[in-house]
């Protein structure tokens, strides 16, 4: 009985080491590797998304639009550049033009005195131009300093000479020797002048 028993329990142990009872290993062929090479980047990219050659062009784009904004920048500074350099050029078109207009009333005035010696037609001419180019200056921001009569001011004034005068009090202007012109706020000549230093001692 036992020698039977133990002759059935080996007939089953030797069934369940067989090779038939082992995992089949199975080797994958280079089509069904593709396909799972496919499955995976399909995973891994989904769909519509960008490519290697797609960012390269757009890459070359974005190059080709930020060269294009620099040319474009460089030319707008340098159109600027031109314009305020013409600006600065012609800034006193204006100006020379009203003077041109005194310079002709000035050569019409020598004119009548070489027809007519004698005639007041020079004077007259002068003092018209004198006026004419006061008022081109005036409208240009150039104006006359008021010296006589106003205290001595060293940021208007240049003093000359200290002088009594009965006629203005001590530190105040006497004489004007040369007039004096503002720029707008600036000075651009300052007046000569005479200084009074108080009447004269009895």
């Not at 340098?78 to 000035?106: I, P």
């Amino acid at each position: 009985m036992n020698t039977e028993s133990e002759n059935k329990f080996e007939l089953a142990d030797e069934q369940d080491a067989s090779p038939a009872s082992e995992p089949q290993i199975h080797a994958a062929t280079d089509a069904e590797m593709e396909a799972l090479n496919s499955e995976a980047r399909a995973r891994q990219l989904p769909t519509g998304a960008p490519t290697i050659e797609s960012l390269q062009g757009e890459l070359a784009e974005a190059e080709k639009r930020v060269l294009l904004a620099h040319a474009d920048l460089e030319n707008f500074r340098r159109r600027n550049r031109r314009e305020m350099q013409d600006q600065l050029r012609y800034a006193s078109l204006g100006l020379m033009n009203e003077v041109l207009e005194a310079v002709d009333n000035l050569q019409r005035a020598i004119e009548s005195y070489e027809k007519d010696p004698n005639g007041d037609g020079l004077v007259e001419g002068v003092k018209l131009v004198a006026q004419q180019i006061n008022t081109v200056l005036e409208n240009n921001g150039c104006r006359k300093i008021e010296a006589v009569g106003h205290p001595f001011d060293p940021n208007l004034h240049q003093a000359i000479q200290m002088q009594p005068s009965d006629e203005y009090e001590a530190n105040l202007v006497s004489a004007d020797l040369r007039s004096g012109f503002q720029l707008h706020d600036r000075v651009i000549r300052p007046s000569q002048v005479f200084v009074s230093t108080g009447p004269v001692n009895k």
